[in-house]
């Protein structure tokens, strides 16, 4: 293990040695739980550090980043025909949101690793 410095706080973290050269920025578990900490688009090369025993709270976490970014975004476009609807038609409206930005996200999370790996065939 190398020691490195997280890109956003300075903290001192490691980062094993075969992804030194791999990764261009590296973020703390600290970070990883602030929402705001603003994200680099592309986090294909970014060394993510999580303790092993906080794995499973990676979910809510991501989940509370992504509802704080992108509710005031749907809310401020669709406010007006959501405070119309009777309450159970608002829930299942922004409930099926939500499922579709999770799946969109997920999908084109696939799409640009298969466009990496596909580019490094390429370019061998």
Not at 9 to 15: A, L, T, V
Not at 27 to 38: G, R, S, Y
Request: charged share 35%; net charge negative.
């Amino acid at each position: 293990m190398m020691k490195v410095n997280c890109s956003f706080c300075g903290k001192g973290m490691e980062c094993p040695e075969g992804m030194i050269k791999k990764f261009e920025k590296h973020i703390c578990f600290d970070c990883v739980q602030n929402p705001a900490t603003e994200f680099p688009e592309d986090m294909t090369k970014v060394h993510v550090d999580i303790p092993s025993d906080e794995i499973e709270a990676i979910p809510e976490i991501i989940t509370a980043n992504i509802s704080d970014k992108l509710f005031p975004e749907i809310w401020k476009e669709r406010k007006n025909g959501l405070k119309q609807m009777p309450p159970e038609d608002m829930a299942r409206e922004m409930f099926e949101e939500g499922v579709f930005s999770g799946i969109s996200g997920f999908f084109y999370a696939m799409m640009k690793e298969r466009k990496r790996e596909l580019s490094k065939k390429d370019g061998m």
